[in-house]
Nanobody
């Protein structure tokens, strides 16, 4: 399994921005679709954004569309989530996920969570 490591979370005020990063030390996922999920306190983990292996195709949940941007740098083996205009409801633990074999965004969105590789998450807190 590819072990993923997220970073970049923190405390930010409403309307602020954060950029999350995800990497896999010692491994590569340049041929795999990647995504970001989040889990708010007391709620189930939910999909946020996905990116194809090439970075050409992206897909977002409605609440992230227009405010968040997922990107990747395969040369650096890193996936990013740029989050702008943050709201209190964006608060939660953000997890990076990698498809084990798939290359398209649907391989993140439609694959059961147990069949994805995950990081341990990074906390994002948006204060009002």
């Amino acid at each position: 399994q590819v072990q993923l490591v997220e970073s970049g979370g923190g405390l930010v005020q409403v309307g602020g921005s954060l950029r999350l990063s995800c990497t896999a030390p010692g491994r590569t996922f340049s041929n795999n679709a990647m995504g970001w999920f989040r889990q708010a306190p007391g709620k189930e983990r939910e999909f946020v954004a996905a990116i194809s292996w090439s970075g050409i195709n992206t897909y977002y949940t409605d609440s992230a569309q227009g405010r968040f941007s997922i990107s990747r740098d395969n040369a650096k083996n890193t996936v990013y989530l740029q989050m702008n205009s943050l709201k209190p409801e964006d608060t939660g633990v953000y997890f990076c996920a990698a498809s084990r074999t798939g290359q398209s965004t649907t391989d993140i969105v439609q694959t059961p969570p147990d069949n994805l590789n995950w990081g341990r998450g990074t906390q994002v807190t948006v204060s009002s």
